[in-house]
């Protein structure tokens, strides 16, 4: 029995939807993750990060051991052979965690008949994501779950249907720093008088944001994109290799381009609005960088 879950990309509102702005996601469903379950005498993992019982697991895949134990405590399920298959890049932005988690709670779903409706699914997700850091928003889970767009705040879930004359092109940086330090790294500035007031000016942006997307206004969108990379830039979220990317895809004709997701690496975004030059910021990603490249329609 196999469960799986497609990746998600932040299109602007990473961080401060941590402290409740809001944000917007995108499913990404060129790259999925699936689970694979076979009952057996004792559970096990077999991935590429990993293959063994779950006595020798890295210290890595310990919320995977624990999602398992307290589905399988929760439903008395026996133990299982997790086979995890996986395309998403881990650690660069595209909810690798979140998907993982709901292709396993996914595949015991199937197995077992379990009736599960969305919410009990994000819990179970959440469960796991707070496992990995501290502080998860639920965007990721939210958005791995659903088909749609969604503007997401802890108080406010509403899909964002996208029917855009826009492209996004995503290059990851192969550059990792874990959610969880990033997270933590923006919090340090919690003290800070320009805190509150930056956070702020981020959530109104992605408010602007979702009311370009609903008028179908590219620009104003990109507009709005690219100031909340300054917002990013401020809060040490950027890199000399992301820069170095941002730059590649400005020059190159991007309307906006910015990181996505927890920063400090992972990958970049670049909107622009035909596609031909979605193709032609993709060329440049991999001449320049030799990168990782997939095109969105948005
Ligand atoms: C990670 O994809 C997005 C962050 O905003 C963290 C979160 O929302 O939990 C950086």
């Known amino acids: 029995m196999t469960g799986s ?3 998600k990309i932040i299109l602007i509102g990473e961080h401060s939807v941590v402290y409740g702005h809001k944000a917007i996601a995108i499913p990404v469903f060129d790259l999925t993750t699936r689970c ?3 009952e057996d005498q004792e559970n096990s993992v077999k991935s590429t990060l990993h293959t063994g019982n779950f006595t020798t697991l890295p210290e890595t895949m310990n919320p995977l051991e624990k999602l398992v134990d307290s589905l399988q405590e ?5 133990p299982h052979t997790h086979t995890i298959e996986s395309n998403i890049p881990i650690g660069a ?6 998907a993982l988690a709901t292709a396993v709670v996914r595949a015991y779903q199937a197995k077992y008949d379990l009736k599960l409706d969305d919410g009990a699914l994000f819990k179970w997700v959440q469960y796991f994501e707070r496992l990995t850091h501290d502080n998860p928003s639920g965007i990721d889970a939210l958005t791995v779950i659903h088909d749609t767009p969604f503007v997401f705040s802890k108080e406010e879930k ?4 996208m029917h855009l004359d826009a492209y996004l092109v995503i290059a990851d940086t192969m550059e990792r720093t874990p959610t969880k330090e990033s997270v933590a790294h923006v919090a340090t500035f919690g003290g800070e008088g320009f805190f509150t007031p930056l956070l702020n000016r981020l959530g109104a942006l992605s408010e602007k944001a979702a009311l370009s997307i609903r008028k179908n206004d590219v620009p104003k969108l990109a507009d709005h994109m690219n100031r909340f990379m300054e917002g990013l830039r401020h809060l040490e979220l950027s890199t000399e290799t992301t820069d170095r990317y941002i730059e590649t895809a400005l020059e190159r004709g991007a309307l906006a381009a910015k990181l996505t997701g927890g920063g400090m690496g992972g990958c970049v975004i670049a909107l622009t609005d035909t596609p031909d030059k979605a193709k032609s910021i993709e060329k440049a990603f991999v001449n320049t960088h030799n990168a990782p490249v997939w095109i969105s329609r948005l």
């Open 5 to 7: 879950a497609h990746a």
């Open 36 to 38: 694979t379950l076979k």
């Open 93 to 98: 932005g595209f909810g690798s965690s979140a």
């Open 158 to 161: 509403t899909a964002l249907p």
């Open 74 to 78: 929760t439903y008395a399920f026996p």
